[in-house]
């Protein structure tokens, strides 16, 4: 079954903890996404990759990095996490190189930062 | 730089109403136009898509929608409404110019039996 697992699915963390959200797709996709999800402002893009070691900035970059070091996985991760990072995150991927191609997206991580 | 609008909100419809959710967009080039679903606690699914063609769009569940280039506009439209297409509706603009997709605010779909 064609799928974007991310894990955790939930956490909640302290200001200023390092913490990882993984992303991993099995659908050989070339292009991976993250997003944040805030209410009133809809989906905001992170970063996204085209193909292994080739990552770029969204719209909202700040505070985030990322690294895709194999195909199948796109970690997110915050360095040093911010209550204003508060937020419900998606994963997504997209296969061939066309924006215009659907994306697939992941069942979302919910990280309240304290 | 490329941005949505989804200027309502909250909608609330009748079982077996009509709907039309609203969303106009802003772009340098030829768009790239999404609808996407988000049930609750759900990720999210491509209702339709449009790039050039016909300018009524057919997609999945019994949903249209429309492009107007001389209003920016890409209204979502569904005859009868259930029960079940209670959720958030997200409109979006992409395009070959880049990589990058911009999503509006959302409208929050609410059904009354």
């Known amino acids: 079954e064609a799928q974007v697992t991310q894990n955790p699915r939930y956490l909640i963390t302290v200001t200023g903890k390092k913490l990882t959200v993984t992303c991993s797709q099995n659908?050989?996709?070339?292009?991976m996404s993250w997003y944040r999800q805030d209410p009133g402002l809809g989906l905001r893009q992170i970063y996204y990759?085209?193909?292994?070691?080739?990552?770029d900035k969204g719209d909202v970059p700040e505070g985030y990095k990322v690294s895709r070091k194999e195909k199948r996985n796109f970690p997110l991760i915050l360095e040093s996490p911010s209550p204003n990072q508060t937020s419900l995150y998606f994963c997504?991927?997209?296969?061939?190189?066309?924006?215009?191609?659907?994306?697939?997206f992941g069942p979302g991580t919910r990280l309240t930062v304290l | 730089a490329q941005s949505v609008t989804q200027p309502d909100i909250h909608i609330t419809v009748s079982e077996g109403a009509s709907l039309e959710l609203r969303c106009n967009y802003s772009?340098?080039?030829?768009?790239?136009l999404f609808w996407y679903v988000q049930s609750p606690g759900q990720g999210l699914q491509l209702l339709l898509k449009?790039?050039?063609?016909?300018?009524l769009v057919q997609g999945i569940k019994g949903f249209e929608a429309e492009f107007k280039r001389s209003q920016s506009s890409f209204n979502l439209r569904k005859p009868s409404v259930h029960w079940s297409d209670a959720a958030e509706y997200f409109c979006?603009?992409?395009?070959?110019?880049?990589?990058?997709?911009?999503f509006g605010g959302g409208t929050r779909l609410m059904v009354k039996p």
């Open positions: 997504a991927t997209r296969g061939g190189s066309s924006s215009y191609n659907e994306q697939f």
């Open positions: 659908m050989n996709h070339e292009y």
């Open positions: 990759s085209m193909n292994v070691e080739v990552t």
């Open positions: 772009y340098g080039a030829t768009p790239y």
């Open positions: 449009y790039f050039s063609g016909d300018t």
């Open positions: 979006a603009v992409g395009g070959n110019a880049g990589n990058m997709l911009t």
